[in-house]
Nanobody, 112 residues
Framework: QVQLVESGGGLVQPGGSLTLSCVGS????????IDWYRQAPQKERERVAT????????HYDDSVKGRFTASRDNARNTAFLQIDNLKPEDTGVYYC?????WGQGTHVTVSS
């Protein structure tokens, strides 16, 4: 059974940074690409970043390029999303997604 657990969210001032984590279990973590999604209040969930499996190729939505960095540690079954220069529009729930399964999400609030 695939399980994904996100953590690392919180309340941050604009311009700050956060690193979100996603721990996977129940599947061979290293074999799968990891997607990160964001759902802002009253908006649809959108994909913001992807990191591939073995060669760690990353892709980002244009809205987050230069500020979001996806990475992974396959030995720890963990994916990371580093967010720098946080903006109020980054507020939302962040989810990781693998092969049809979602985590419970972690909340990020950017506010002064």
């Amino acid at each position: 059974q695939v399980q994904l657990v996100e953590s690392g969210g919180g309340l941050v001032q604009p311009g700050g940074s956060l690193t979100l984590s996603c721990v996977g279990s129940g599947f061979t973590f290293r074999r799968y690409a990891i997607d990160w999604y964001r759902q802002a209040p009253q908006k649809e969930r959108e994909r913001v970043a992807t990191i591939s499996s073995y060669n760690n190729i990353t892709h980002y939505d244009d809205s987050v390029k230069g500020r979001f960095t996806a990475s992974r540690d396959n030995a720890r079954n963990t994916a990371f999303l580093q967010i720098d220069n946080l903006k109020p529009e980054d507020t939302g729930v962040y989810y990781c997604y693998v092969q049809g399964s979602w985590g419970q999400g972690t909340h990020v609030t950017v506010s002064s």
